[in-house]
């Protein structure tokens, strides 16, 4: 397929992609290939923590780029020092491994209860993970994930993930056995369609794994940094996990990613764990400037603030159009559309003229919203009133 000048069927077709190109990206908007404007409210997958191309970003990368790209992980460097040092003091989790993505973070948690298992509980490996969950796309995120479909690809299967039901502690304790080391869970199913764990739930699984000397595994990669409104979705509950993955908005927007344990639960021996860009300096020295800005209690109140105004907003649109409700938690929220429409709204947006609107249907009756934690009022104002006119059209 040919778009003007570029030719993408070199690409490999592993999702289906539409027909533009995207050439470049400032705050919440990104242009395609023939200048024409996105408002967009998916930024990378709830990726993008300060919007296309922020300043601090483009600063740390510049400034590292001149000092240091690549020691190799062997060694220290100053900017993944610096970073392990602030993640560790904002979370109360002792020891951090800097990885390149949500799935490798998540694959060094399930590592390192495997090796706790076989340190301290005679052996143990299997790790209870949920219905609906989603953990990436490696092997053994795979089977930890609950996602439809994934259960027949790919055979056979990394064994050892139980399932239990979100929400359903009895079923929980339902699949622990002696070989059972760890529970693991996300706060808030994104791609189950943003299905938030009550504080409720989340205290009774952390006082399950006290009294079962089980360890705690929360999947922060889309609810870490910010997205809630709190710098970890955990703080909302008063729950700490012994095990915390991270990824996407540590980032910004590039491959940086973390898995935090404190320290009874950190318990790599050399030589277990490790990878060529694990604590890269130049992707530590974005985590950094992220974190800077994201860790500030006034942006935080901000998130918070915007999170409350856009869930109000969908709940007029929703109200006023006859739709199924909204939910989610800060930034990261979603539309019940109440029927199976979700594909062509996200298509009908993104066509929009003169300026198009990018979303998210990740499931078949419903939109999920992950702008930049900066966006402003008056853009999801703009947001609302264009999704109202694609409902309009629709209906
Ligand atoms: C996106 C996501 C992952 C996977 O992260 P990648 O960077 O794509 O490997 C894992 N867990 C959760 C909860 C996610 O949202």
């Excluded at 790919?154 to 039901?165: L, S």
């Excluded at 104002?381 to 309009?392: K, N, S």
Aim: glycine content about 10%.
């Amino acid at each position: 397929m040919k778009l003007d000048q570029y030719e993408v069927d070199a690409l490999m077709e592993v999702t289906a992609r539409p027909p533009l190109v995207f050439v470049e990206g400032r705050g919440s908007w990104i242009v395609d290939h023939r200048g024409k404007r996105y408002l967009d409210f998916v930024q990378g997958w709830a990726v993008n923590a300060l919007g296309h191309c922020p300043p601090e970003i483009a600063q740390a990368l510049a400034r590292q780029s001149q000092r240091l790209i690549n020691p190799s992980p062997a060694y220290f460097n100053a900017p993944a020092v610096e970073l392990a040092g602030k993640l560790a003091r904002l979370s109360g989790l002792e020891r951090v491994f800097l990885a390149s993505s949500g799935a490798e973070a998540n694959e060094g948690a399930i590592k390192l209860a495997r090796k706790w298992g076989e340190l301290k509980r005679g052996g143990a490996y299997e790790i209870v993970t949920f219905e609906g969950a989603f953990h990436g796309r490696t092997l053994a995120t795979m089977a930890a994930s609950g996602k439809a479909g994934w259960d027949k690809l790919f055979e056979p299967k990394v064994p050892g993930f139980p399932k239990a039901r979100f929400e359903d502690i009895a079923s929980v304790e339902a699949v622990i056995t002696d070989k059972t080391v760890a529970v693991m869970l996300e706060p808030v199913q994104g791609e189950a369609g943003v299905v938030p764990a009550s504080a409720t739930f989340l205290k009774a699984v952390r006082e399950l794994c006290d009294r079962r000397g089980l360890l705690l595994i929360l999947d922060e990669v889309q609810t870490g940094v910010g997205r809630t409104g709190r710098m970890f979705a955990f703080q909302h509950a008063g729950v700490r996990p012994d095990v915390m993955t991270l990824g996407k908005g540590i980032g910004g927007g590039v491959p940086l990613a973390a898995l935090l344990a404190s320290g009874r639960a950190s318990c790599f021996a050399h030589g277990d764990q490790g990878g060529t860009y694990c604590g890269n300096p130049l992707m530590a020295a974005v985590g950094n400037a992220v974190i800077d800005v994201v860790s500030q209690p006034d942006f935080l109140a901000e998130v918070t603030a915007k999170g409350d105004y856009l869930a109000q907003r969908l709940r007029e649109l929703s109200a006023r159009r006859g739709l199924a409700g909204e939910h989610g938690s800060g930034l990261l929220r979603a539309l019940d559309l109440g029927r199976p429409i979700a594909a062509q709204v996200v298509d009908a947006a993104r066509a929009l003229e003169p300026e198009g609107l990018l979303l998210n249907a990740p499931r078949p009756s419903l939109l999920r919203f992950m702008p930049a934690l900066n966006v402003t009022r008056e853009e999801i104002d703009r947001m609302v009133a264009q999704l109202d006119g694609v409902l309009e059209s629709l209906a």
